[in-house]
């Protein structure tokens, strides 16, 4: 709607309507509530559709819509700020519902992924699980690996790896077979791909249809042809087995991938031979992520010489190395640049310590003493930490009061945290696969060992954190959401 005043009074002089909203553009929300108190202009300029929807995009509320979406912004930019506030403080009181994920009789879990919302399993069945959490319907489909279904149980190979993304979801299988699924047609492969040996490294672009794997010394990347059918798009050859592997997002026309096999980083660009990024003689590579234009890992220090174990950040266009970050005696065991805050990264190490690293001035804003064992999982956003713990040990941190918020405890190693602003996914996955079949037959005995995947949402209604909490559960094969207070689950044990 197109205002209709003409000038507006500024002190002493008449400024046009429209340069009147380039000046208070510049203003945050509590300076454009002090200028609608000045007079009755001033407030139809401070309450302009304009400013209200631009705030609510500098803040990160509702990205994907256009102005014409709303008629009042003003208002839509408070509701924002009381979900959020509200999503904050339900995360600092474990306020939300919690669910353990259905597991598969008889078979223990051997990797996890998730991405928004959506999470993938494979177990030492051969099966393949994925589960909405969004929609709180926990039925879940499995995906067809076509092998024979006369095999007898336990004769499947295992699954090794398992990724997902908006669109794909990816499983490699100890016998070096690869499985792709479209999440929109159904439950059989689109793709199968097989290796001559073990698949050692998995990577799937976050958006897009681009993988990558790893296998014996040969790292393959599958990419959509024109017509969308997914093809080899490059092969390249590396001197070591590869440990890492990751997709660089927004490429463009040639996907573009991070190796670490030993001491050696690789940039892998489809449209161009393997280069190596990185190389020190005798200081093998510990962990790895990547972003749009940079690649952090660590580097365990070796030799006569001892510099300390570091992570390394390398920018992937000019392919040199911009900051060297830590002393640490342990081993940096996982890294995550990805998803952390502009000119901020997190990592875990070995010492049990996590680390908030300033890639501005290169030095480390926090260390926080977060586990009994080695950290195995780390993320954060602008104002926690969420990390795990071989020890199983899911701690929750607000970094900017340095304060621990609450932990949550289980058997095996925590091996995938994901979480967003309403929802937290943690699995825990055992050390070891391969379990005696009289270890299964009881329900307690096989619980202890098959591993588990929980699904967290703090966005739900207060109201239904008066539900009772579950007791016990009539079938080891079905799996329903409660909502309950997370505090009356899982009891502090505060360090």
Not at 303 to 313: H, S
Not at 345 to 354: E, T
Not at 471 to 495: K, Q
Request: glycine content about 6%; overall charge negative; some cysteine.
């Amino acid at each position: 709607i197109r205002n209709e005043m003409d000038d507006v009074p500024f002190f002493d002089i008449q400024l046009p309507y429209e340069l009147a909203i380039n000046i208070f553009q510049y203003l945050d929300r509590q300076d454009l509530g002090r200028c609608a108190q000045v007079s009755k202009t001033w407030k139809v300029i401070a309450e302009d559709e304009v400013l209200w929807y631009r705030l609510c995009q500098q803040e990160g509320h509702l990205p994907e819509s256009s102005i014409s979406d709303y008629s009042c912004w003003k208002l839509i930019f408070r509701e924002c700020r009381a979900r959020e506030h509200m999503l904050r403080t339900n995360w600092k009181n474990r306020k939300g519902a919690v669910s353990e994920l259905e597991h598969i009789p008889d078979a223990v879990l051997c990797d996890v992924h998730s991405h928004d919302g959506v999470v993938i399993a494979g177990y030492t069945s051969g099966d393949v699980r994925v589960w909405d959490t969004r929609t709180w319907d926990y039925i879940a489909p499995f995906l067809d690996s076509e092998y024979d279904e006369d095999d007898e149980p336990g004769m499947q190979p295992y699954v090794s790896f398992v990724r997902i993304n908006s669109s794909l979801a990816v499983a490699a299988y100890e016998d070096g077979v690869l499985n792709i699924w479209d999440l929109r047609t159904g439950k059989y492969p689109i793709h199968r791909f097989e290796h001559d040996a073990r698949i050692q490294a998995l990577a799937l672009s976050r958006e897009g249809a681009t993988v990558a794997t790893a296998s014996a010394f040969d790292v393959v990347m599958l990419h959509p042809n024109e017509k969308g059918c997914l093809q080899i798009a490059a092969e390249f050859e590396v001197q070591k087995l590869v440990d890492y592997l990751e997709i660089v997002p927004d490429t463009g026309r040639y996907p573009v991938a991070v190796a670490t096999a030993g001491d050696l980083v690789y940039l892998l660009k489809a449209d161009d031979s393997a280069r190596t990024l990185h190389y020190v003689y005798g200081q093998p590579v510990t962990c790895l992520d990547v972003s749009a234009n940079q690649a952090a890992f660590g580097v365990k220090s070796l030799g006569w010489v001892y510099e300390g174990n570091k992570i390394l950040v390398y920018s992937l266009e000019a392919e040199r190395c911009l900051s060297k970050l830590g002393n640490a005696l342990g081993d940096f065991t996982c890294v995550n640049l990805r998803d952390s805050p502009p000119s901020l990264m997190v990592s875990g190490n070995m010492d049990r310590r996590v680390r908030i690293h300033d890639l501005r001035t290169d030095k480390i804003a926090l260390s926080l003493s977060a586990h009994q064992l080695g950290v195995s999982a780390v993320q954060m956003d602008d104002w926690k930490i969420v990390s795990g713990g071989e020890e199983g040990l899911v701690s929750v941190w607000d970094y900017r009061m340095n304060q621990k918020l609450w932990e949550v405890h289980s058997r095996h190693p925590v091996r995938h945290i994901a979480f967003s602003s309403h929802s937290l996914i943690t699995a825990n996955v055992p050390y070891e696969r391969v379990v005696r079949n009289s270890d299964l037959d009881g329900f307690a005995t096989h619980r202890r060992h098959r591993g588990l995947i929980h699904a967290y949402e703090f966005a739900v209604d207060q109201l239904a954190f008066q539900s009772a909490l579950p007791v016990c559960r009539s079938s080891c094969d079905t799996m329903a959401g409660h909502n309950y207070d997370l505090a009356l689950a899982f009891p502090y044990d505060g360090i």
